[in-house]
């Protein structure tokens, strides 16, 4: 009886904020869970003047096609290999450049620096595709310069070679700077103390780095390593379908440009859908997993 009160008199102390949640969870419901029924299409051999209702069911025929379709391996090892070369880069180069930044004495142009290498991240895809067509194309910039230095035009957005790398390189370079911030906060919490105790014992800044600061912010290296993890099969729909063409389809084209071509363009939409809710459910295993991981080895939960 007495933890019932409690429970009522904590309910009623919180009821406002509850009420506060209502319009979240409302526009949630719609436009995150609602959406979700269209998922019946991936066992459906779907006919749009039927609808969801009307079409018939198929059961797993749609995900048999799709995995017999002889380009669907290519885009699933394409999709894996950028992805994993941007998670990776995108942990490295950030922790590399808070190192750095970190040993830089002058604020001004610590802040200086700072502010420059996060420019790029608020940048869209879109506008940046722009730049990136006028600086890189076989007539760009870059290659008018390389050509002025004896080098052969390079085909960075339609060679089939060149353009995977192109874009895990573009990728880091676009978002470094902001994934620094955790990095360099990180970097604020080691205790000066263990610095200057260091140089006593006569230390110099790269063994202080590699015993002071790197452990320092081993956790959060490793949490942020895990929690990515959960992307491993998010290619990066805006940075590629902007810079993609035909000619690339081979090493460039990823999961999700794939599903919005088989949607869009060939109106193949059970097909599509069913590749999405393939690429749904992988992805959850693997949040899963990543948030396992980072409860086992960070220590970090949500709840």
């Excluded at 008199?9 to 436009?31: G, Q």
């Excluded at 391996?73 to 394409?78: D, L, R, S, T, W």
């Excluded at 420019?119 to 940046?128: A, K």
């Amino acid at each position: 009886m007495e933890k019932t009160t409690k429970r009522s008199s904590k309910f009623r102390r919180e009821l406002p904020l509850y009420v506060m949640l209502i319009p979240a969870v409302v526009l949630v419901a719609i436009y995150s869970y609602g959406p979700m029924m269209g998922n019946v299409i991936a066992f459906q051999k779907f006919n749009p003047t039927k609808g969801f209702f009307g079409s018939p069911w198929v059961g797993f025929d749609n995900f048999m096609n799709l995995f017999t379709m002889p380009t669907i391996g290519q885009v699933i090892y394409n999709t894996v290999f950028i992805a994993l070369c941007k998670m990776i880069g995108g942990v490295i180069v950030p922790v590399l450049f808070a190192l750095l930044l970190n040993e830089v004495g002058q604020l001004t142009i610590k802040r200086t620096f700072q502010t420059l290498v996060y420019l790029p991240h608020f940048l869209s895809w879109v506008i940046l595709a722009g730049i990136f067509s006028d600086l890189f194309s076989k007539s760009g910039s870059i290659n008018l310069l390389l050509g002025k230095m004896g080098v052969d035009p390079i085909g960075f957005l339609s060679d089939q070679k060149v353009f995977p790398i192109f874009m895990i390189i573009s990728d880091i370079w676009k978002g470094f700077g902001f994934g620094s911030v955790i990095y360099l906060a990180a970097l604020t919490g080691i205790d000066q103390n263990l610095y200057e105790a260091a140089q006593i014992d006569g230390a110099n800044r790269i063994q202080q780095t590699i015993h002071i600061t790197l452990p320092g912010i081993v956790s959060t290296i490793v949490l942020m390593t895990v929690l990515s993890m959960s992307n491993i099969l998010n290619g990066g729909f805006d940075q590629i379908y902007n810079l993609y063409t035909p000619a690339v389809y081979a090493t460039g084209d990823i999961l999700d440009t794939f599903v919005f071509r088989l949607g869009i363009d060939n109106a193949q939409f059970a097909l599509s859908t069913a590749a999405g809710l393939f690429k749904s459910g992988v992805s959850f295993v693997f949040i899963v997993a990543s948030y396992w991981l980072a409860d086992r080895f960070a220590g970090y939960r949500i709840f």
